[in-house]
């Protein structure tokens, strides 16, 4: 086993030696020069404040008074991912290899259990990087021994749970040999699932009556009291022993407690360890499978697009049946939205989004809540602002992406009898148009969700007339704010190349920051004379009437009429970038 | 020599490859043709240990690969259709891992070698990001030739290269068949295939339907043309099921 255990030592050296030169050298290219630097400058700041401020040093939490045991909490969360790796693990079990590594090591004269070991060995690496990963956001992280016994006990963690997730699926596997269908092994685990679920039900039943749901908003101090109390009566604690053993090292306050909790979780590891090497289960097929996919993944995300096309990808059917003459743009936006997902998935939005709706209604004209209600109405109601804001900034990086994808193929777009400006519409169009139908949604159900707010349940007419301004507002918003990114997409092509930005690596993280402030920057110009004249419109307005509302909607109006323009003359200036282009400029 | 018995490759209900059954002598070149899905990379994987077969006995120099794995790929070689190379193993680095994989002892001189009869000395310390389809396939080859199997699999060699590419990959082959090796190739250019293969294996849904030198087949399948192309015996044989 030696060689081919030398073999991987050498791969594995030799590869991260020569990707740390190659991503070196490129330094000397302005954009990844620039990037790097703003990559390093946000990790610094970002973990800065974990590793100065020592969140959770040793002996941090130790007497402190809490309702719930956080060791049960893990330990149930652990309980958890390992029942999903029984419940919903791949059709096959596979190991995950690269192309590369099948066409160079299944050929090779090694052992299948060897082949499993070089797996595992070449995943400690991330699995290291992710405990310290770990470490920092758990708070744990601070220089000296402490960190390094942290970051061992998250490895421990991480190990254990790949090991498990591995070694179930080459026993589910095992079990589909011997004709087990998918189906019974289901039920298996669903039985076992109720049997926990009758077990849980059956400690309940022994405690005193739960709390109100609605507790949760003042706090929640009184439901973790009682669900503690349910994890520390019956068997649960027993059933939970071993998961609270493999968490039970990072959750010690000193370096000798560390050490003797870790002893049983590593024996534990070693345990798993065993299981996984001596199943000797065929997963060559599932694992040359799922390195195909995998390749495909990354080469649909190096295209800027979000997800790999699959061989059982079904024909979507389009929302409208396009007719060959017309408006070139209504194509493109025909084709946007099947890649959207076509009729069935808008379908099943638009129902969601309805659903949601008729909620925020039959709330916002109900009696007074309850406090559930009122947490049920809090969270829809901060969930569509959450998608408001994130939504100003996402349109116009999903519009600038597909066009980014179009470049790929300019060659093929050049051909097209249409000028620039029409075929810049159309790519702006499809994202601008779904991104718009997304927030009216979001801004209808935040306005009937507005009602609650108030004590008499309506809505002032001022606000009314704010969202429909708001929502007139946001087609020419969008198609304004993704004008710039775009036209950097296709000014600066060597700085926004999808295939290079896949790659991993700090200088990537810098350029999308680079391209995010860049976004925030279009969204800042493009408001200031929609600000400018719109406060000129309200003013102006206050000499005829003095009418909230009215004044409101004049300076509403003037802004719809500004930001119109400003996506004319951008639609026109992208059309003329598109004419000028050169596919194969590196600028 | 490659001796396959019985060879069944089954995907849950779908038969990939059915009883096939055959043998390739050293210095032998069988082709191994069928339409798309006909299961050829499917009987190569098996035949390389890649995948394991579902029924049958596959030896390798006599050395049975379900019993003897390791033995049995010491002495073969697998070209996949693409060469898929490592991102940040330079050629040279490449070499030197097939070597430590293979454990051969006098690998330097040999891949010295290589790369000068593969033209691949000047690129010797360059990632595979900036070669070629056709430089890559080069270093592939240096690879798979490294340890001088005695078996080797190619699985469409032929396909994406120019025609100087075509032409030194096909001496190449007549070479090492020359020199003793048994050799399969899969391909779809059947005239390049004619020029290079003593035996032709067809395969149509896993199942063989010819096999046989060249002569053989064109006595077999001529249908009055005595001058008979592999490609119109093919398309005969194959029918509705070419070009799919």
Known sequence: ?587 | MIAVEGLTKLYGDVTAVSDLTFTVEPGKVMGLVGPNGAGKTTALRCMAGIIPATQGRIEIESHDLREDPLAAKKLLAFFPDEPRLFDYLTVRQHLEFTARLYQVRDAADRARELLETLELTDKANVLPPELSRGMKQKVALACGFLHAPRVMFFDEPLTGLDPLAIRRTKDLIAAKARAGVAIIISSHLLHLLEEVCSHVLILKRGKKIAHGTLEEIRTQFREGDRDSTLEEIFIRLVGEDAGK
């Open chain 1, 1 to 587: 086993m030696n060689a081919p255990v030398n073999a991987l030592g050498y791969l594995v050296t030799r590869s991260l030696a020569n990707g740390v030169l190659f991503r070196v050298r490129r330094l000397r290219r302005p954009k990844y020069l620039f990037g790097a630097l703003l990559g390093a400058a946000y990790f610094y700041f970002y973990f800065g404040g974990f590793l100065g401020s020592s969140r959770m040093p040793w002996g941090a939490g130790k007497g402190t008074p809490s309702p719930f045991d956080p060791e049960i909490g893990a330990a149930i969360l652990f309980l958890a991912t390992i029942l999903l790796s029984w419940i919903l693990p791949a059709s096959r079990a596979a190991i995950g290899f690269t192309e590369a590594e099948i066409a160079f090591l299944f050929p090779a004269p090694i052992t299948r259990r060897t082949l499993v070991i070089m797996r595992l060995l070449k995943s400690q690496f991330g699995l290291l990087l992710f405990s310290v990963f770990m470490t920092l956001l758990a708070g744990q992280f601070h220089f000296g021994a402490d960190a390094w016994f942290r970051i061992g006990g998250w490895w421990v963690i991480m190990n254990t749970l790949n090991l498990h997730r591995l070694g179930a699926s080459f026993a589910l596997q095992r079990l589909r040999e011997r004709g087990m269908a998918d189906g019974k092994r289901r039920t298996v685990v669903v039985l076992a699932l109720v049997a926990l679920a009758v077990l849980v039900e059956y400690t309940r039943r022994r405690l005193p009556t739960p709390p109100d749901l609605g507790t949760i908003a003042g706090g929640g101090a009184e439901f973790t009291r009682y669900i503690s109390q349910i994890l520390h009566t019956g068997p649960l604690p027993y059933l939970l022993a071993p998961f609270k053993l493999v968490m039970a090292p990072n959750f010690t306050h000193d370096a000798v407690a560390f050490l003797r909790a870790l002893l049983p979780a590593l024996g534990i590891m070693a345990l798993h360890f065993i299981w996984v090497v001596r199943a000797d289960v065929s997963f060559e097929d599932a694992s040359i499978e799922a390195a195909k996919t995998r390749a495909a993944f990354l080469a649909a995300r190096g295209r800027g697009e979000l997800r790999a096309r699959s061989g059982s990808d079904k024909a979507r059917t389009p929302l409208w049946r396009l007719r060959p003459t017309g408006f070139a743009p209504v194509a493109f936006v025909w084709k946007s939205l099947l890649k959207a997902g076509g009729r069935r998935t808008l379908t099943r939005w638009a129902g969601f989004f309805a659903a949601l709706a008729a909620g925020a209604w039959a709330l916002g004209h109900s009696g007074p809540l309850s406090p559930t209600l009122k947490t049920v109405a809090i969270i829809i109601g901060a969930g569509c602002y959450i998608t408001l804001l994130i939504s100003f900034v996402m349109i116009g990086q999903h519009a600038s992406a597909q066009l980014r994808q179009g470049i790929a193929a300019m060659d093929l777009l050049k051909t097209y009898p249409i000028p620039g400006w029409q075929l810049a519409l159309g790519e702006l169009a499809g994202p601008v148009a779904l991104g718009t139908l997304m927030q009216w949604s979001s801004l209808g159900i935040a306005t009937m969700l507005l009602r609650l707010s108030g004590p008499t349940h309506e809505i002032a007419p001022l606000i009314l007339s704010i969202a429909g301004v708001v929502a007139l507002l946001l087609p020419v918003f969008n198609l304004s704010t993704a004008i710039l990114p775009c036209a950097g997409a296709l000014l600066f092509p060597g700085w926004f190349r999808p295939q290079e930005a896949a790659t991993p690596g700090l200088e990537n993280t810098g350029m999308k920051l680079i391209l995010g402030i860049a976004q925030m920057l279009a969204v800042i110009v493009a408001l200031i004379p929609v600000v400018f004249f719109g406060a000129v419109a309200f003013f102006a307005a206050g000499k005829f009437t003095a009418i909230l509302e009215w004044r409101a909607l004049a300076a509403g109006g003037t802004a719809i009429l500004i930001l119109a323009m400003e996506a004319g003359l951008g639609v026109a200036w992208l059309g003329s970038l598109y004419d000028k282009f050169d596919a194969s400029s590196d600028s």
